[in-house]
């Protein structure tokens, strides 16, 4: 409600501390906070009625559009990155080297598919393994070869293929590490001073430079939003009129980049909670878990764009005009990429075909 629903008619208790302004789109209207993003409306779109999540303080929703009890016996639900990487491939080979498929700055998971296609993760450890330390490219590929003859001595006893897997795996992770394309995308100093300060402190401008190597999915969180009360960490508003100016700042920042490189079109930003906030403020100034409503933010990707759907009842407790599922979202998401949630399956542990939603009902407004 503090970002993309206000309702300023709504009593006082209900409406908080924030007003509506008007974007670049006739009738649409955003939070104050973020004028730099009313400013690039036509390149958006909002839902207002998202319904069907629940009452989780995970990322799996966000990720997956399941809930983290979906399949948790067996791994869960596998997010978007896994997914392009089971179907399309766990890395690719583009003209400058060979790139992952997926990227997660924190969140993510594979699911029941397994770590072969998780997301690589530029976390510590992760950025060292992109650098060759006390190793030459000589004296690498003499190991390479050493592995590869020793391989050789088992595969006549390799009845399932196990040692071609690993032989492939291994050549792709080398692959990644003599380019060196990755660790560059990642080092965002090598982009111009102006450009970095237009970003701000975010990790916006690292996924347009890995999408721009021929990474397919990256994911990230951005702060912490969690404001039940009035303490030091989470005293409501103070977390959004901290967030929000940042967000203000970087996000529509990164939809301008895009659109000047002409990659808008076929690049979908997508931005999400994990559930709404209690429409009512509390008794100690905040808002609660509320997932029975929440705001859907969409941008690019060839979507039509400029535009609200749905609406939510006059004091945001529930979506009241078009309501529509996290499902629904992610099977349009899904479609947009070109997988057809129809008729594709992915194989759970059991060896059952699961399909990537449940609720395979596009939303018309967007495509």
Same mark, same amino acid.
């Given at each position: 409600?503090?970002?993309?629903?206000?309702?300023?008619?709504?009593?006082?208790?209900?409406?908080?501390?924030?007003?509506?302004?008007?974007?670049?789109?006739?009738?649409?209207?955003?939070?104050?906070?973020?004028?730099?993003?009313?400013?690039?409306?036509?390149?958006?779109?909002?839902?207002?009625?998202?319904?069907?999540?629940?009452?989780?303080?995970? #990322?799996?929703?966000g990720d997956s559009?399941?809930?983290?009890?979906?399949?948790?016996?067996?791994?869960?639900?596998?997010?978007?990155?896994?997914?392009?990487?089971?179907?399309?491939?766990?890395?690719?080979?583009?003209?400058?080297?060979?790139?992952?498929?997926?990227?997660?700055?924190?969140?993510?998971?594979?699911?029941?598919?397994?770590?072969?296609?998780?997301?690589?993760?530029?976390?510590?450890?992760?950025?060292?393994?992109?650098?060759?330390?006390?190793? #030459?490219?000589?004296?690498?590929?003499?190991?390479?070869?050493?592995? $590869?003859?020793?391989?050789?001595?088992?595969?006549?006893?390799?009845?399932?293929?196990?040692?071609?897997?690993?032989?492939?795996?291994?050549?792709?992770?080398?692959?990644?590490?003599?380019?060196g394309r990755i660790?560059?995308?990642?080092?965002?100093?090598?982009?111009?001073?102006? #450009?970095?300060?237009?970003?701000?402190?975010?990790?916006?401008?690292?996924?347009?430079?890995?999408?721009?190597?021929?990474?397919?999915?990256?994911?990230?969180?951005?702060?912490?939003?969690? $404001?039940?009360?009035?303490?030091?960490?989470?005293?409501?508003?103070?977390?959004?009129?901290?967030?929000?100016?940042?967000?203000?700042? #970087?996000?529509?920042?990164?939809?301008?980049?895009?659109?000047?490189?002409?990659?808008?079109?076929?690049?979908?930003?997508?931005?999400?909670?994990?559930?709404?906030?209690?429409?009512?403020?509390?008794?100690?100034?905040?808002?609660?878990?509320?997932?029975?409503?929440?705001?859907?933010?969409?941008?690019?990707?060839?979507?039509?764009?400029?535009?609200?759907?749905?609406?939510?009842?006059?004091?945001?407790?529930?979506?009241?005009?078009?309501?529509?599922?996290?499902?629904?979202?992610?099977?349009?998401?899904?479609?947009?990429?070109?997988?057809?949630?129809?008729?594709? $399956?992915?194989?759970?542990?059991?060896?059952?075909?699961?399909?990537?939603?449940?609720?395979?009902?596009?939303?018309?407004?967007?495509?």
């Amino acid at each position: 409600m503090d970002t993309f629903d206000l309702k300023p008619e709504a009593p006082v208790v209900y409406r908080g501390e924030f007003r509506p302004i008007a974007t670049i789109v006739p009738g649409v209207e955003i939070c104050e906070l973020m004028p730099e993003l009313a400013g690039v409306a036509d390149n958006y779109s909002i839902i207002r009625s998202t319904r069907g999540m629940n009452n989780e303080h995970t #990322t799996n929703q966000g990720d997956s559009g399941w809930s983290v009890n979906a399949m948790r016996a067996m791994g869960g639900r596998p997010g978007v990155g896994a997914v392009m990487a089971k179907l399309w491939g766990p890395a690719q080979q583009t003209s400058r080297g060979m790139a992952p498929t997926a990227v997660d700055f924190g969140g993510s998971r594979p699911g029941f598919l397994g770590q072969t296609y998780a997301p690589y993760r530029p976390d510590t450890t992760g950025r060292q393994n992109l650098v060759l330390k006390n190793v #030459t490219l000589d004296r690498l590929d003499n190991r390479r070869n050493l592995l $590869t003859g020793l391989d050789r001595l088992k595969k006549g006893s390799d009845r399932r293929g196990m040692f071609d897997a690993v032989d492939s795996y291994t050549g792709r992770a080398l692959d990644l590490v003599v380019s060196g394309r990755i660790a560059k995308a990642l080092d965002t100093n090598l982009e111009d001073p102006r #450009t970095r300060e237009r970003y701000g402190d975010s990790n916006l401008l690292a996924a347009r430079r890995l999408i721009e190597e021929g990474v397919r999915c990256v994911s990230m969180t951005w702060g912490g939003w969690d $404001t039940h009360g009035f303490d030091d960490t989470r005293m409501y508003p103070i977390v959004e009129a901290y967030h929000l100016p940042g967000t203000d700042q #970087t996000l529509p920042t990164l939809l301008e980049d895009l659109e000047q490189r002409g990659m808008l079109d076929e690049t979908l930003v997508v931005w999400m909670g994990e559930f709404g906030r209690t429409p009512k403020i509390n008794k100690i100034k905040g808002r609660d878990h509320w997932p029975a409503a929440t705001s859907f933010f969409i941008a690019g990707g060839g979507f039509k764009h400029g535009q609200v759907i749905g609406a939510t009842t006059p004091k945001g407790e529930r979506p009241k005009d078009n309501p529509v599922t996290l499902q629904q979202i992610f099977h349009t998401l899904y479609h947009q990429l070109g997988i057809d949630c129809n008729t594709t $399956t992915l194989m759970d542990a059991n060896g059952r075909p699961q399909y990537l939603v449940d609720d395979r009902t596009l939303i018309k407004e967007l495509v």
